[in-house]
């Protein structure tokens, strides 16, 4: 089951066609973007064997947080549609949630970064 964002219509007009829609998705996107330049940057350097302590908790860190604000602003997109479990995106926001928890806290990856900086 879905109810994608051109088919679900508010006032006589679909969800896309609203401003606050448009911006929500224009933002998420961009946010998206910068996640996965930094990602594929991290990789190639990965590959050349570089040390990169501080730059993966970074990633573990700004990522994961990223994740978790996309998949409740997509949610609440969905209203109250977005939280019924049959909806893709409300397990995909449940999912999202661990995230910041496992393979090390957001908390934890900002200590490492602290460090890094000599705090
Ligand atoms: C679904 C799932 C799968 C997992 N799979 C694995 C696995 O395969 N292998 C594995 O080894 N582990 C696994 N874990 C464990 C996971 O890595 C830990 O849950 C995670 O590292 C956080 O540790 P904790 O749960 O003990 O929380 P705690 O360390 O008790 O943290 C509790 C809270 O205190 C904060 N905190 C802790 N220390 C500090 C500090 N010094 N400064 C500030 N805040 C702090 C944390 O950020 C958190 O908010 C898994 C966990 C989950 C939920």
Request: charged share 25%.
């Amino acid at each position: 089951m879905s109810l994608g964002r051109k088919e679900r219509s508010i006032f006589d007009k679909p969800l896309s066609k609203f401003q606050n829609t448009q911006f929500t998705l224009a933002e998420i996107a961009s946010e998206i973007q910068v996640g996965r330049s930094f990602m594929d940057q991290l990789v190639l350097q990965h590959m050349q064997g570089k040390n990169l302590v501080q730059e993966v908790s970074m990633a573990k860190y700004w990522v994961c947080e990223m994740e978790n604000r996309v998949a409740s602003r997509c949610l609440q997109l969905f209203g109250g549609y977005g939280y019924c479990k049959e909806y893709e995106i409300s397990r995909m926001w449940t999912d999202a949630r661990v995230q910041t928890i496992y393979a090390g806290t957001s908390e934890v990856m900002k200590l490492v970064i602290s460090r890094g900086l000599g705090l």
